[in-house]
């Protein structure tokens, strides 16, 4: 019987292969959404999935686009974005 904590889905089961070539299962946690702009609701390229220790794991450039509004705005509506404030 696992762990009290293991038995929600919020866990997914993995089945590993130990150095002793036993299959065991393991409980890992699962992946968080896509993210998605803040406007349109599309999803977002060039942002990893990831929970935030493996996230914080990967350098500033690998975390999210390196653009105005990078990893928050589609880049239609960033682009969008930066002709209304050109326009005002």
Request: hydrophobic residues 25%; positive net charge.
């Amino acid at each position: 019987m696992p762990a009290n904590r293991f038995r929600s889905h919020s866990y997914r089961k993995m089945n590993k292969r130990t150095p002793g070539g036993v299959n065991v299962l393991r409980y890992k946690k699962k992946k968080p959404s896509k993210h998605v702009c803040a406007e349109c609701g599309a999803l977002l390229h060039g942002v990893p999935r990831g929970r935030p220790y493996e996230i914080n794991k990967l350098s500033k450039s690998q975390k999210r686009p390196n653009r105005p509004f990078g990893g928050n705005l589609c880049p239609k509506c960033a682009r969008k974005h930066f002709k209304n404030e050109a326009r005002k």
